[in-house]
Nanobody, 119 residues
Framework: QVQLVESGGGLVQAGGSLRLSCAVS????????MGWFRQAPGKEREFVATIYWSGATSYADSVKGRFTTSRDSAQNAVFLQMNRLKPEDTAVYYC?????????????WGQGTQVTVSS
């Protein structure tokens, strides 16, 4: 059974930093992609970042150079380090796990954690 639990959200001023964590069970990082998505009020959920089974990463253009995703197999966790935050980064952030090995079709989702960036 796959379970994802995010933490680390909060209120931060523009220009500040936050680090989100996602505690993962039921997935082996060497075979499954893990992703981060976000949803702002009144908007659709959008892709933020992926860390592939190989350890390679991919980012949305809007966060490239500011956000970094990583993973720790010993902790069974993935992370999203967010620097130089902007008010437009305000959203609920979700951790996601792929449903099949070597795929980026995300089928499992955490409950989300709120990130609010004040101007």
């Amino acid at each position: 059974q796959v379970q994802l639990v995010e933490s680390g959200g909060g209120l931060v001023q523009a220009g500040g930093s936050l680090r989100l964590s996602c505690a993962v069970s039921g997935r082996t990082f060497s075979r499954y992609a893990m992703g981060w998505f976000r949803q702002a009020p009144g908007k659709e959920r959008e892709f933020v970042a992926t860390i592939y089974w190989s350890g390679a990463t991919s980012y949305a253009d809007s966060v490239k150079g500011r956000f970094t995703t990583s993973r720790d197999s010993a902790q069974n966790a993935v992370f999203l380090q967010m620097n130089r935050l902007k008010p437009e980064d305000t959203a609920v952030y979700y951790c996601a796990a792929a449903g099949r090995p070597y795929s980026t079709d995300y089928e499992f989702w955490g409950q989300g954690t709120q990130v609010t960036v004040s101007s």
